[in-house]
């Protein structure tokens, strides 16, 4: 397949997680570690059972 026929994608999977990661990246930076454990603690999903 070349490029002039490759459909454009929907959603860019790769480019979702750079950006997720570079806004993690501005929200944590300078944090201490106990500081980093609390951000991570506060929003990790939480899978119902």
């Known amino acids: 397949m070349n490029k002039?026929?490759?459909k454009e994608k929907?959603?860019?999977t790769v480019k979702?997680?750079?950006e997720v990661k570079e806004k993690?990246?501005?929200e944590?930076?300078?944090m201490t570690f106990e500081?980093?454990?609390a951000y991570i603690n506060k929003?990790?999903?939480r899978l119902a059972k």
């Open 10 to 12: 929907e959603f860019d």
């Open 24 to 26: 993690i990246a501005k």
């Open 28 to 30: 944590t930076k300078g």
């Open 4 to 6: 002039k026929n490759k």
């Open 43 to 45: 929003r990790k999903l």
């Open 35 to 37: 500081e980093l454990k």
């Open 16 to 18: 979702f997680f750079r």
